[in-house]
T-cell receptor, first 114, second 114 residues
């Protein structure tokens, strides 16, 4: 089992709809979870971070975390064509040495259709 | 404020050739990472350095070596390049141990091995 898994997509949604992206992880000790957006040919950029169970909202973006189910999601409301990108889920895998290791999922390609 | 700088941006190698990818950050971060990204695979961790003087293997270390030259610089070496190492390579830095915040990425190196 891979440490971080995502639906590979591609996911297509019409403009104005809600896009839902999902991520599961295997390490129960993980404490920090992140969503990065990556446009084609560019570097990933952080859009959301979440550390506690529940929802965290930032503008049109909502991250949801359920540690018991080892599940993280990202909702994008009122999707825009500019949201078309690959979304990467990242998990901070805590190590016994106390140093952290960051593992990324394979990414979900999102296409917002005008 | 340069952030994370990778060199070179593009490189074509012949099978069996060697090269070193350079990465430098000016944010005084403790942790640095090397990832490779292939279509549909997301970011896969090659090696990471939690602090100056330490390096550890990630998910796909075979065929690579790294050097944490100092706090600023973390290089990735391919001793004998193979076509399977054709990929986009990203260097990233993170402030340090403890609560993880955000990974800052370089602009990437697109490597082709023929």
């Amino acid at each position: 089992q891979k440490e971080v898994e995502q639906n590979s997509g591609p996911l297509s949604v019409p403009e104005g709809a809600i896009a839902s992206l999902n991520c599961t992880y295997s390490d129960r000790g993980s404490q920090s979870f992140f969503w990065y957006r990556q446009y084609s040919g560019k570097s990933p950029e952080l859009i959301m971070s979440i550390y506690s169970n529940g929802d965290k909202e930032d503008g049109r973006f909502t991250a949801q975390l359920n540690k018991a189910s080892q599940y993280v999601s990202l909702l994008i409301r009122d999707s825009q064509p500019s949201d078309s990108a690959t979304y990467l889920c990242a998990v901070n895998i805590e190590l016994k040495t106390s140093y952290d290791k960051v593992i990324f999922g394979p990414g979900t390609s999102l296409s917002v259709i005008p | 404020n340069a952030g994370v700088t990778q060199t070179p941006k593009f490189q074509v190698l012949k099978t069996g050739q060697s090269m070193t990818l350079q990465c430098a950050q000016d944010m005084n971060h403790n942790s640095m990472y090397w990832y490779r990204q292939d279509p549909g695979m997301g970011l896969r961790l090659i090696y990471y350095s939690a602090s100056e003087g330490t390096t550890d293997k990630g998910e796909v270390p075979n065929g690579y070596n790294v050097s944490r030259l100092n706090k600023r610089e973390f290089s990735l070496r391919l001793e004998s390049a193979a076509p399977s190492q054709t990929s986009v390579y990203f260097c990233a830095s993170i402030p340090g141990q403890g609560p993880y915040t955000e990974a800052f990425f370089g602009q990437g190196t697109r490597l082709t091995v023929v």
